[in-house]
């Protein structure tokens, strides 16, 4: 009979060559409640890990072989599992050592001989960090938000959401996934300035034809990681929320979204097939239901209800 507690406690991939050190550590962990994967060797170690994904990996630093530093730089550039906290073991104590566990990924380190109450005090202080993580990457996926988080230092993502991964894809082809492509970082940069110098700085609009995708930066997600939302809009994504916002027809919508856009009456006749005598026309009925008098208050009025009401942005 399937113990379903036991499917969905948190895991941990404790990777040592040491059978006795696996076995004391594997029944500590098992008695407090935690799902145990374990490895014996660098290789099996990746490949449990890409295939898991568990929430913590217990790491041996010195190991015949591919030692645990290595691993862990491999991790942490593998997309799939470099979010996942190491804690390295290490009877190796020195500074240069444990500079070496931190620079190669590691969260944190617990020294050998391995004291297994120490080792879970350490675990469950991280496993609470990948427990929200989790959590809010499965909503956000749930939800279908476009979200991505970056350090502005390397441009490395460090996750996205399945939505955010489909449209980087679209706009920026050929780019590798888990880099930031140069206009996006250039952007992040000079955002995060302005923010941290308390001035408001634009979205990034990437054009593709009729269609754009809008960056918008958010909060910190920790000291050297920026989270990121993106959103799609079309043309007539723009003119549909025109339509919803403020009971428009549709070329009532038509004419508004060209006048947000810049264009004269001439300009609008001409693309929508119309004499600019009509489309003053329709532009007198979109004063009236907007509540304005003139063509720059109802493109401010527009904008700012579209934006404040979460549809789409011209």
């Given at each position: 009979?399937?113990?379903?507690?036991?499917?969905?406690?948190?895991?941990?991939?404790?990777?040592?060559?040491?059978?006795?050190?696996?076995?004391?550590?594997?029944?500590?962990?098992?008695?407090?409640?935690?799902?145990?994967?374990?490895?014996?060797?660098?290789?099996?170690?990746?490949?449990?890990?890409?295939?898991?994904?568990?929430?913590?990996?217990?790491?041996?630093?010195?190991?015949?072989?591919?030692?645990?530093?290595?691993?862990?730089?491999?991790?942490?550039?593998?997309?799939?599992?470099?979010?996942?906290?190491?804690?390295?073991?290490?009877?190796?104590?020195?500074?240069?050592?444990?500079?070496?566990?931190?620079?190669?990924?590691?969260?944190?380190?617990?020294?050998?001989?391995?004291?297994?109450?120490?080792?879970?005090?350490?675990?469950?202080?991280?496993?609470?960090?990948?427990?929200?993580?989790?959590?809010?990457?499965?909503?956000?996926?749930?939800?279908?938000?476009?979200?991505?988080?970056?350090?502005?230092?390397?441009?490395?993502?460090?996750?996205?959401?399945?939505?955010?991964?489909?449209?980087?894809?679209?706009?920026?082809?050929?780019?590798?996934?888990?880099?930031?492509?140069?206009?996006?970082?250039?952007?992040?940069?000079?955002?995060?300035?302005?923010?941290?110098?308390?001035?408001?700085?634009?979205?990034?609009?990437?054009?593709?034809?009729?269609?754009?995708?809008?960056f918008t930066l958010h909060e910190r997600t920790g000291e050297d990681e920026w989270l990121l939302s993106l959103r799609e809009e079309s043309d007539a994504a723009v003119i549909d929320a025109l339509i919803a916002a403020f009971r428009l027809t549709t070329r009532e919508a038509e004419v508004l979204y060209w006048v947000i856009k810049g264009k004269t009456s001439p300009d609008i006749g001409e693309i929508l097939g119309s004499s600019p005598r009509t489309v003053?026309?329709?532009?007198?009925?979109?004063?009236?239901?907007?509540?304005?008098?003139?063509?720059?208050?109802?493109?401010?009025?527009?904008?700012?209800?579209?934006?404040?009401?979460?549809?789409?942005?011209?």
């Open positions: 009979m399937l113990d379903f507690d036991r499917l969905n406690a948190d895991l941990v991939l404790i990777v040592d060559d040491i059978p006795e050190n696996l076995s004391v550590l594997h029944d500590a962990l098992d008695e407090s409640g935690y799902t145990v994967l374990v490895a014996t060797n660098g290789e099996t170690a990746l490949q449990r890990a890409r295939h898991s994904v568990p929430d913590v990996i217990l790491l041996d630093a010195m190991m015949p072989g591919m030692d645990g530093f290595e691993v862990a730089r491999r991790l942490k550039a593998d997309f799939t599992t470099r979010h996942i906290p190491i804690v390295f073991m290490t009877g190796l104590t020195e500074t240069e050592h444990v500079v070496a566990a931190f620079d190669a990924g590691g969260a944190d380190y617990v020294t050998k001989p391995i004291r297994p109450q120490e080792v879970l005090a350490r675990i469950a202080a991280h496993m609470q960090s990948a427990r929200l993580m989790k959590q809010a990457r499965s909503a956000l996926d749930a939800f279908g938000q476009a979200t991505l988080a970056l350090r502005p230092d390397s441009g490395r993502v460090v996750w996205q959401t399945p939505l955010a991964r489909k449209l980087m894809k679209d706009y920026f082809e050929g780019q590798p996934e888990d880099n930031a492509p140069p206009a996006v970082m250039a952007w992040v940069q000079e955002s995060s300035r302005a923010r941290h110098e308390g001035r408001d700085f634009p979205p990034l609009y990437i054009n593709q034809g009729a269609k754009r995708l809008i003053n026309k329709h532009l007198e009925h979109v004063f009236t239901k907007l509540g304005v008098e003139n063509r720059t208050a109802a493109a401010s009025v527009a904008m700012a209800r579209i934006r404040t009401g979460g549809g789409a942005e011209a």
